[in-house]
């Protein structure tokens, strides 16, 4: 990704938010509840999830980025 695609998404995905996650299945609910909601491609539907990882203890953490604050405030009172 060049510097100019770079910006280009950071513009775009402008609300994000980091979630420590229970296991995967707890991350494939948010995946699914997201999905029914909004649909999954990513192109329309306004949300994506970024940088999936594991902690030092072995939890999981995501990072949940979307297109405008609507979504996000929704997300945020759904699953924070």
Same mark, same amino acid.
């Given at each position: 990704? /060049? ?7 950071? +513009?775009?995905?402008? %609300?994000?938010?980091?979630? =420590? ?19 999954? /491609? ?7 999830? +970024?940088?999936?990882? %594991?902690?030092?203890?072995? =939890? ?21």
């Amino acid at each position: 990704m /060049n510097s100019r695609q770079r910006r280009v998404d950071r +513009r775009l995905w402008k %609300y994000s938010v980091p979630l =420590t996650l229970r296991d995967y299945d707890h991350y494939l609910e948010i995946w699914d509840w997201l999905k029914e909601r909004y649909s999954s /491609n990513v192109a329309r539907c306004g949300w994506r999830d +970024r940088n999936v990882h %594991y902690t030092h203890n072995d =939890t999981i953490g995501s990072v949940w980025q979307f297109y405008d604050e609507k979504k996000l405030v929704e997300f945020m009172l759904r699953w924070s």
